[in-house]
Antibody, heavy 124, light 107 residues
């Protein structure tokens, strides 16, 4: 069965970075875009960007450009999200999610499978 | 970007009753709207996509409709496990955006 398993909760200080992993299994890894979505108490659910596991191309939401990096390790089927220059407003649960839509460039997603979420708390 | 407004914010109903949840888009998105259910401590679960297509394994009591700017999720007869948060998400205009959610509570 399709599974996305994320790394554990993180506590970080403002100005530092965090790197979250998302290990996939149960499907052909390179056939589906993976997106990152975060959920914060005020902002709600927010799309951060996507990565194409076949080749590693990315597309980031304008809000996060320059501050996030999405990468892939094709040998293990694992995706990574790194967020830099953390601030208190980045406190949220971060999800990886698979895109049901296989046509196009991944910019019109439907999220059919989700990781369990990774809580990132940013506090001094 | 497209703003999705969900109403009501909270809906209090009893098991067996029918539920109607609304999602309005700030600009037309065609039929490109999805609905998700979320329970505490869990990720969202895809229910409906492209306005009316049920995702794999979703019971027939869940149905969706709408086009353009106005969309509806209908639950025909509420089961105890249906009381949760519901979110809409659009993919008709980039970037994808989500509504703020409707909480479905037991009356």
């Amino acid at each position: 069965q399709v599974q996305l398993v994320q790394s554990g909760a993180e506590m970080k200080k403002p100005g530092t970075s965090v790197k979250i992993s998302c290990k996939t299994s149960g499907y052909i890894f390179t056939n589906f875009y993976i997106h990152w979505v975060r959920q914060a108490p005020v902002e709600g659910l927010e799309w951060m960007g996507l990565i194409n596991p076949f080749g590693g191309s990315t597309n980031y939401a304008q809000k996060f450009q320059g501050r996030v990096t999405m990468t892939v390790d094709t040998s293990t089927g694992t995706l990574y999200l790194e967020v830099n220059s953390l601030r208190s407003e980045d406190t949220a649960v971060y999800y990886c999610a698979r895109d049901l839509v296989r046509r196009g460039d991944g910019g019109d997603p439907v999220f059919d499978y989700w990781g369990q979420g990774t809580l990132v708390t940013v506090s001094s | 970007e497209v703003v999705l407004t969900q109403s009501p914010a909270t809906l209090s109903l009893s098991p067996g009753e029918g539920a109607t949840l609304s999602c309005r888009a700030s600009q037309t998105i065609g039929g490109y709207l999805a609905w998700y259910q979320q329970k505490p401590g869990q990720p969202p679960r895809l229910l409906i996509y492209d306005s009316s297509t049920r995702a794999t394994g979703i019971p027939a009591r869940f149905s969706g409709s709408g086009y353009g700017t106005d969309f509806t999720l209908t639950i025909s007869s509420l089961e105890p496990e249906d009381f949760a948060l519901y979110y809409c998400q659009q993919r008709g205009n980039r970037p994808a955006t989500f509504g703020q959610g409707t909480r479905l509570d037991i009356k």
